[in-house]
C-alpha cells in the first residue's frame, strides 16, 4: 500500500465528503429552521443530476449554465413546496415526515417513468489530470470540488455576515425570542427552502460528471444524509460538513479496505454513536 | 313508544362481531379471485406489524422501522428450518424469543434517544440488517421457504393462510387492546404526554418504553414468520427501508389514535390502488397522492372520523326506527 495511493483515497474521500456535506446542510438547515423533516432531500438530489444531465447532454446546454438553471429552477420548486404543501403541516413533525415520503416517491416514480431506470453519465468540457504529489488528479474532480469548497465558504460568509442568514441561525435557535426581535419567521422559512433545494440540486449537479447518474440514486443519498447530519448534529453547520467529510473518507478508505462491507459499518456506527452522543458532535438539546 | 338508546358498548360488540362473521365468510362466498385473497392476506400481515407498532407510538416512540423486526422473524425461521433443520413448530418459539431478546438489548440500548434522533437510528437498523442478510444468508438471491405445516396440517393453499393471518391478527387485536388497557398502556400514553413528569412521579419510562418495543418486536416476528411461510421465498428487497416506511405510512394513514387505524390504513393503501387496475406507476402515484392527501385534509388520519361515525351511527338507526314508528299504517291503529 503505497502512500501515494492511500492519499488519492483520502482526497477522493474528502471530495465525496464535500458533496454530503452539501447535502447534510440543506437537510439540517430545514430541520433547523422548521422543525421539518424533509424526506425528499435525496430525490431532490436525484432530480437535480437527473435535470443536470437532461440539459447537458439532451439540449447541449454548457455544463455550469445548466448547474444555475437547475439550482435556481428546484430551490422555487422548493418554494412552492413550503408554501403550497408544508406550511399545512407546520407543528406536526411526524405528519410531515409521512408527507414528505410520500412526495419523495412521487419525485422518484415521476423521473423514472420519464427518464427510465439506467445510469446516465454527464461528460464536462474539463479535460485533463493534475499531477501533485506524485498524485494523479483529474481536473474535472479538482474544479467542481473548488466550486463546492467555494459553495461552503460562500454558506459560512451568509450565515454570519449576512442579514438574512444571522435571522435563519436565529431561527433555528430560539424561533420565539427571533420572532421578538421581529424576524418574519414565514419569510426565513421560504428562503430555507429555497436555500436547502437550491444546495442539494447544486451538490448533483458537480457531482453528475464524476459518478453516473441514476433515477434511483436519492434513497441511499438521503440515508446518507442520514448518518451525516446525525454524526455532526442536526441543525448545525459545522457539524454538517465535518459529518459529510468523516463519512466521505470513511466511505472511500474502507471501500479500499474491506470493499462492500463499509456500508454495513457506517450503519453500525451511526446506531452506537447515537446510543453514545445521541446529539452528534455539534448538537445542541 | 320509548325506543331503546343504543348503548355504546352494545354498538361495539355488534359492529366487530359483523366485522368477525363478514371476515370468517369472506372467502367463503365473496371472495372468489385468488389475487384479492392474496392482497387481503396482505393487509393482514401489515395490520399485525402496523397494529403493534401503534402501541410504541402511543408512548411516542419514533420507532419507523418495523421491516427489521420482520425481516429477523423472516429470516429466522428460515434459517432454522432450512440450515437446522428444525420443524415449523419447534423453529416459531425459538424466532420469537430470539427476536424479543435482541428488541430487548436494542430497546435499552436506544429508546433513551428521542424523536428524530430514534427514526433515523431504527432506519440505520433495518439498513444494517438488510445488508447483514445480504452478506450472510441472501448473498442476493431468493430463499425459498418451506410452508407452514402443524399439528399434521400442511398450510398450502391461500384460503388456509388467510385464516391463519387474520386468526393471529384476531388475537393480536385482543392482546393489544387488553395491553393499551393495562397500567402499562396508561403509562405509555403519559410517557407521550411528558415524558418528565412521569420521571418525576417515580415510574421507570425506559422499561415500559423497553416493553413496548418487545411487545411490538413479538409480533413484528410472527408477521415475519407469516411473510416468509406464506410467500414461501424471501429476499432481502422486501425488508428495505422502504419496507419500513410503507408499514409506518399506513399506520398514519389510518390513524394513530386508534386501534383500527393501522387496518384502516393499510386495506385502503393496499386494495385501492390494485382494485383500479393501473400500471405500476400510477399505482404508485396513487398511493402517495392519497397519503398526503389524507394528511392534508385529515391530519388524525382516517379513524379521526371515527368518533363522529360512532355519534351519528346510534342517531342514525333512531331515526330510522322513528320513521317505521310514524309510517302511515301504525299511526292508525
Known amino acids: 500500500m503505497s502512500p501515494v495511493l492511500v492519499g488519492q483515497v483520502l482526497i477522493n474521500g474528502l471530495q465525496m465528503g464535500l458533496f454530503y456535506a452539501l447535502l447534510a446542510v440543506g437537510f439540517s438547515l430545514i430541520y433547523g429552521v422548521g422543525r421539518i423533516i424533509f424526506c425528499g432531500h435525496g430525490e431532490i438530489y436525484m432530480m437535480g443530476a437527473v435535470l443536470n444531465y437532461f440539459l447537458v447532454m439532451r439540449l447541449g446546454l454548457p455544463y455550469p449554465l445548466a448547474i444555475i438553471i437547475v439550482s435556481l429552477a428546484v430551490g422555487v420548486f422548493g418554494l412552492i413546496l413550503d408554501r403550497g404543501l408544508f406550511r399545512r403541516f407546520l407543528g406536526d413533525d411526524f405528519g410531515i415526515f409521512i408527507v414528505s415520503l410520500g412526495l419523495a416517491i412521487i419525485i422518484q416514480q415521476v423521473f423514472l417513468e420519464l427518464f427510465g431506470g439506467h445510469p446516465m453519465g454527464i461528460s464536462t468540457q474539463i479535460r485533463g489530470t493534475v499531477k501533485l504529489l506524485g498524485m494523479t488528479l483529474s481536473r474535472e474532480r479538482l474544479v467542481t470540488s473548488l466550486i463546492s469548497v467555494a459553495i461552503i465558504v460562500a454558506l459560512h460568509f451568509f450565515f454570519h455576515r449576512v442579514k438574512a442568514g444571522q435571522a435563519m441561525r436565529a431561527v433555528a435557535q430560539d424561533p420565539e425570542a427571533a420572532a421578538l426581535y421581529g424576524i418574519n419567521k414565514s419569510a426565513i422559512l421560504s428562503l430555507t427552502f429555497f436555500l436547502s433545494l437550491a444546495l442539494a440540486a447544486a451538490a448533483a449537479g458537480l457531482i453528475a460528471p464524476i459518478f453516473s447518474v441514476s433515477t434511483a440514486m436519492g434513497s441511499r443519498a438521503l440515508l446518507n444524509t442520514f448518518i451525516v447530519v446525525t454524526l455532526g448534529g442536526l441543525g448545525s453547520f459545522p457539524g454538517a460538513i465535518l459529518g459529510g467529510l468523516l463519512i466521505g473518507i470513511l466511505h472511500a478508505v474502507g471501500g479500499l479496505f474491506i470493499g462492500e462491507i463499509t456500508y454495513l459499518t457506517a450503519f453500525v456506527i451511526i446506531i452506537v454513536f447515537l446510543v453514545v452522543r445521541p446529539r452528534g458532535f455539534f448538537g445542541h438539546t | ?333
Request: aromatic fraction near 10%.
Open chain 2, 1 to 333: 313508544m320509548a325506543i331503546p338508546r343504543m348503548n355504546e358498548n352494545r354498538l361495539k360488540i355488534i359492529s366487530i362481531s359483523a366485522i368477525a362473521i363478514f371476515m370468517v365468510i369472506l372467502p367463503l362466498f365473496i371472495v372468489t379471485s385468488p389475487f384479492t385473497l392474496h392482497l387481503i392476506t396482505i393487509v393482514g400481515i401489515y395490520t399485525i406489524l402496523g397494529t403493534s407498532l401503534r402501541l410504541a407510538h402511543t408512548a411516542d416512540i419514533w420507532f419507523v422501522g418495523p421491516a427489521a423486526f420482520l425481516g429477523m422473524g423472516a429470516y429466522g425461521v428460515a434459517i432454522l428450518m432450512l440450515d437446522i433443520g428444525l420443524s415449523f413448530l419447534q423453529a416459531v418459539p425459538i424466532v420469537c424469543i430470539g427476536v424479543v431478546l435482541f428488541a430487548w438489548g436494542f430497546g435499552y440500548a436506544t429508546l433513551r434517544v428521542k424523536g428524530i434522533y430514534l427514526a433515523i437510528l431504527s432506519l440505520a437498523l433495518v439498513e444494517a440488517l438488510r445488508l447483514t442478510w445480504v452478506y450472510t444468508f441472501d448473498k442476493n438471491r431468493a430463499i425459498m421457504v418451506p410452508p407452514a405445516h402443524f399439528f399434521g396440517i400442511d398450510l398450502a393453499t391461500k384460503v388456509e393462510y388467510y385464516y391463519l393471518v387474520w386468526a393471529i391478527l384476531a388475537i393480536t387485536l385482543v392482546i393489544l387492546h387488553r395491553v393499551e388497557k393495562s397500567h402499562i398502556g396508561a403509562v405509555l400514553k403519559s410517557i407521550a404526554q411528558d415524558e418528565s413528569l412521569a420521571m418525576s412521579l417515580g415510574i421507570k419510562t425506559l422499561r415500559y418504553k423497553v416493553i413496548a418495543l418487545c411487545v411490538f418486536a413479538f409480533f413484528a416476528a410472527i408477521a415475519g414468520i407469516c411473510f416468509a411461510t406464506y410467500n414461501m421465498a424471501i429476499s432481502n428487497k422486501s425488508f428495505t427501508v422502504w419496507a419500513s416506511m410503507l408499514i409506518v405510512i399506513q399506520m398514519v394513514v389510518g390513524g394513530r389514535g386508534s386501534i383500527w387505524g393501522p387496518m384502516v390504513g393499510a386495506a385502503l393503501l393496499t386494495i385501492v390502488p390494485h382494485l383500479l387496475g393501473l400500471s405500476p406507476f400510477l399505482q404508485k402515484i396513487i398511493y402517495s397522492s392519497l397519503v398526503i392527501a389524507v394528511l392534508y385534509f385529515l391530519p388524525g388520519g382516517l379513524t379521526s372520523l371515527l368518533p363522529a361515525i360512532r355519534k351519528s351511527l346510534p342517531e342514525g338507526i333512531r331515526s330510522l326506527a322513528r320513521a317505521i314508528q310514524s309510517l302511515p299504517g301504525k299511526v292508525k291503529r
